[in-house]
């Protein structure tokens, strides 16, 4: 993808579709290339299934439940009143682009 994302680490998130739709996060983990973000606190998991190994921290395998990953453009930011939002982006007082809340207009860091 080109240009910047709409989210960032950090940032706390509403689902807006699929599974988890309604529920609230924060976000862990943001991969650029497939446009996927893991959100921690969703109920939306997946189960790993390891093969034991010797010299790990599993050795007998087992299954691990891991967090989903989300398509970003399932994910809406929340502003500081708890709304979901769009995010807009203007020149702040430093002469450099700063992330600003749609809904109440106020600035993101």
């Keep these: 993808m080109q240009g910047k994302l709409h989210i960032k680490k950090g940032d706390k998130v509403r689902v807006i579709a699929?599974?988890?739709?309604d529920q609230e996060g924060t976000i862990l983990v943001i991969d650029t290339?497939?446009?996927r973000a893991i959100v921690e606190g969703l109920t939306a998991k997946i189960i790993k299934h390891l093969k034991p190994q010797a010299d790990k921290n599993n050795p007998d395998g087992g299954r691990i439940e891991k967090d989903m990953?989300?398509?970003i453009s399932n994910l809406m930011l929340v502003d500081?009143?708890?709304?979901p939002t769009k995010v807009g982006r203007k020149v702040g007082e430093d002469g450099k682009l700063a992330r600003y809340a749609k809904t109440t207009g106020e600035v993101l860091s």
């Design 18 to 21: 699929g599974v988890a739709k």
């Design 33 to 35: 290339k497939k446009n």
């Design 69 to 71: 990953s989300i398509h």
């Design 80 to 83: 500081s009143k708890g709304n």
